[in-house]
């Protein structure tokens, strides 16, 4: 399963042609897809209008909801932050790791566009749904 990030969503929600965005666009109705809890608050509560909200409210809903965090993955997730910080990589927001943390303890694939989930990739073995992500 593929868990969309909402730096992806954003990007799709708004129309702009990303690599990212577009991949999403060709695995929706194709791939099992998944958002997180977090993932669905900072994406809805950048919409001005309430149809807009609505709309993305009932397509995010329409997927699997993952809960990204909670005790044990609040745990790992520290753990994760401070084995990158001993590597000299210091992530910029502590959502980020807790999604990331929640990807690899479930193995699922991380669908981003933000460069803080680099390190988690490249370190601590979470996939991405894009190669060369």
């Known amino acids: 399963m593929i868990l969309v990030d909402s730096s992806v969503w954003i990007d799709y929600f708004r129309g702009t042609a990303t690599p990212q965005a577009e991949k999403l666009d060709s695995l929706l109705g194709t791939e099992p897809i998944a958002t997180g809890d977090l993932v669905l608050t900072e994406v809805l509560r950048g919409f001005v209008s309430d149809r807009d909200f609505n709309q993305a409210k009932k397509l995010l809903t ?33 959502i980020d790791t807790l999604i990331a943390t929640r990807c690899i303890e479930s193995r699922l694939t991380l669908l981003y566009s933000d460069r803080d989930f680099d390190p988690f990739v490249q370190h601590l073995g979470l996939r991405s749904a894009l190669p060369g992500s």
């Open 62 to 94: 329409s997927l699997v909801v993952v809960d990204l965090a909670g005790r044990d993955i609040a745990i790992q997730a520290a753990r994760n932050f401070r084995a990158l910080r001993v590597l000299g990589v210091t992530v910029r927001k502590t």
